[in-house]
């Protein structure tokens, strides 16, 4: 199971990682890594909430280990690499300069709710950042990220995002097994070696 810290640290590692050129800033919310709500009342509960505490943590180190942004504030970050301040509050933004590509992401792992909530919430993010302008002669993409199985079949059925240029992936325990739900995989042209 990969809550969605886990989720946003395996999309960044392939398709966006700052070791290919790219310059990112995720957003992980304190709810992502359990650090919210009321006292867990349940072993599983208790259990999930403290793997949830430790996988945050562990995503944390190996995100700025890449050279990730992890939070902080996201309207200096994009200033500083050119993208719309307008562009709210997304899970993941990243730029490729030497492509001009702009890459923006909402996630959603795995979770408590119920998962075409969560889901819900996510389109209506990415429909919302359709209205954002890339840099001057920049692409952009805008991708829906999830994972589960249940949550990637709601995906499918809202094959009305492709109108809009929104492409979704499931993420895969095997980074193999990844699977485009919509749009054009993949999402970023391979980096000459």
Same mark, same amino acid.
């Given at each position: ?10 999309f ?12 990112v ?11 919210? $709500?009321?006292?867990? @009342? ?21 995100? @700025?280990?890449?050279?990730? @942004?992890?939070?902080g ?7 500083? %690499? ?13 730029? %490729?300069?030497?492509?001009?590509? %702009?890459?923006?992401?909402?996630v ?13 919430? /996510?389109? $209506? ?28 079949? %709601?995906?499918?059925? /809202?094959? /009305?995002? @492709?109108?809009l ?29």
């Amino acid at each position: 199971m990969m809550f969605q810290p886990e989720v946003k640290l395996r999309f960044v590692e392939t398709y966006c990682s700052p070791g290919q050129g790219w310059k990112v800033f995720v957003d992980i919310d304190a709810s992502e890594e359990g650090r919210t $709500g009321g006292i867990r @009342t349940t072993g599983e509960a208790q259990e999930r909430q403290q793997r949830m505490l430790a996988d945050g943590q562990r995503v944390r180190r190996a995100l @700025t280990k890449l050279g990730v @942004t992890v939070g902080g504030d996201r309207a200096i970050w994009c200033r500083e %690499h050119g993208v719309s301040v307008a562009l709210g509050d997304r899970d993941i933004v990243a730029v %490729h300069e030497s492509q001009r590509l %702009h890459v923006v992401a909402e996630v959603e792992g795995a979770s408590s709710g119920q998962p075409e909530q969560k889901l819900y919430k /996510a389109i $209506g993010q990415i429909v919302m950042a359709c209205g954002i302008e890339p840099p001057v002669g920049w692409t952009q993409r805008l991708v829906l990220v999830v994972y589960g199985e249940k949550i990637a079949q %709601h995906v499918r059925r /809202a094959s /009305a995002l @492709t109108k809009l240029g929104v492409s979704a992936v499931a993420i895969s325990e095997n980074r193999e097994a990844d699977c485009w739900l919509l749009g054009e995989a993949p999402l970023v042209r391979p980096l000459a070696r």
